[in-house]
């Protein structure tokens, strides 16, 4: 995506989230909402300010170039999503079990529809990723 449709995009966001925090203050929308607008506007302005520091600061856009190129950080990266996602689902699992016996069956019934519906998702990818290479 190029730096212009990054910028509507995050513009947009921006503005969605400015919406949704006026409505959840004026009390026409629940309290969520208002949070998930202030959140849409917190990651968004981040987002923007990050980009015209990438536009306006040429030693700051080589770094993030070269880190965006460099193998040994994306199998990093790879690496790391690939045990923060084996670990949710061993907390989730556990989780599962432990809220079984204290009576919490519903919460319990969620954390393994969670497991399945990661596990479907995995196979998923794995099957587009395999007929890629």
Not at 66 to 91: G, Q, V, Y
Not at 101 to 124: A, D, H, K
């Amino acid at each position: 995506m190029s730096n212009q449709k990054k910028n509507v995009w995050y513009i947009a966001l921006l503005i969605i989230g400015a919406a949704l925090y006026a409505a959840g203050c004026l009390e026409y929308i629940d309290s969520f909402w208002s949070g998930m607008g202030g959140a849409l506007i917190g990651v968004s302005a981040v987002r923007l300010m990050l980009l015209v520091r990438y536009k306006k600061d040429p030693e700051y856009a080589k770094h993030v170039d070269i880190s965006n190129e460099d193998e040994r950080l994306r199998f990093i990266a790879d690496k790391a999503r690939s045990r923060a996602f084996f670990f949710s689902i061993l907390l989730l699992c556990a989780l599962g079990i432990i809220l079984r016996p204290l009576g919490c069956v519903g919460e319990s019934q969620m954390c393994f529809y969670t497991v399945c519906g990661m596990e479907v998702i995995y196979l998923i990818c794995h099957f587009i990723t395999n007929r890629e290479f």
